[in-house]
Antibody
Framework: QLQLQESGPGLVKPSETLSLTCTVS??????????WGWIRQPPGKGLEWIGS???????YFNPSLNSRVTISVDTSKNQLSLNLRSVTAADTAVYYC??????????????WGQGTMVTVSS | SSELTQDPAVSVALGQTVRITCQGD??????ASWYQQKPGEAPVLVIY???NRPSGIPDRFSGSSSGNTGSLTITGAQAEDEADYYC???????????FGGGTKLTVL
């Protein structure tokens, strides 16, 4: 059974880089079936897609975050990573990783991690 | 603002049927997927594609699509269905993923 677990600092200072890791277990991140995505949710607000990556490295991002985001995959560790640069208080959110089934007529995030809360504050 | 529009709140009497909708131009081309989120928990996929339920999702959850609107229907709503529901699909360019703003479902 596929499981995902996010990890990383819970507090980041303004203007610094938010770095998170998602460890995949119960399946291979090199599976051709999935992309792997990051989604966030500010406190009391809705879900926002950050970006997704295929294990071979192709990526696509939310245009509103594109200039600040990097997503990468480490197949040897079965992990994906998120870097978000130049953070502000508006980046305070619960960050989720999820398996992303990207089909020709549908996108779904099938399995989610439990999420990790990141606060941006000095 | 999101390219997918959802009603902020909907209510249903226990045991009755409720439809939660998601509107957007991209839904003329792409199906919506639907997620249930309870307080303090991660979202759970309940419907994807034309009308597919992941393993473990009760069959009272179903999906449909018409024009620019995707719908999630709960037939015989239960108390445990009280939650926030989000749709997702592509944006109007078809290149990026977007989520709707979410609908808070109250079961009376």
């Amino acid at each position: 059974q596929l499981q995902l677990q996010e990890s990383g600092p819970g507090l980041v200072k303004p203007s610094e880089t938010l770095s998170l890791t998602c460890t995949v277990s119960g399946g291979s991140i090199s599976s051709s079936s999935y992309y792997w995505g990051w989604i966030r949710q500010p406190p009391g607000k809705g879900l926002e897609w950050i970006g997704s990556i295929y294990y071979r490295g192709s990526t696509y991002f939310n245009p509103s975050l594109n200039s600040r985001v990097t997503i990468s995959v480490d197949t040897s560790k079965n992990q994906l990573s998120l870097n978000l640069r130049s953070v502000t208080a508006a980046d305070t959110a619960v960050y989720y990783c999820a398996s992303h089934n990207s089909g020709h007529d549908t996108d779904s995030f099938d399995v989610w991690g439990q999420g990790t809360m990141v606060t941006v504050s000095s | 603002s999101s390219e997918l529009t959802q009603d902020p709140a909907v209510s249903v009497a226990l045991g009755q049927t409720v439809r939660i909708t998601c509107q957007g131009d991209s839904l003329r081309t792409y199906y919506a997927s639907w997620y249930q989120q309870k307080p303090g928990e991660a979202p759970v996929l309940v419907i994807y594609g034309k009308n597919n339920r992941p393993s473990g999702i009760p069959d009272r959850f179903s999906g449909s699509s018409s024009g620019n609107t995707g719908s999630l229907t709960i037939t015989g709503a239960q108390a445990e269905d009280e939650a926030d529901y989000y749709c997702n699909s592509r944006d109007s360019s078809g290149k990026h993923v977007v989520f709707g703003g979410g609908t808070k479902l109250t079961v009376l």
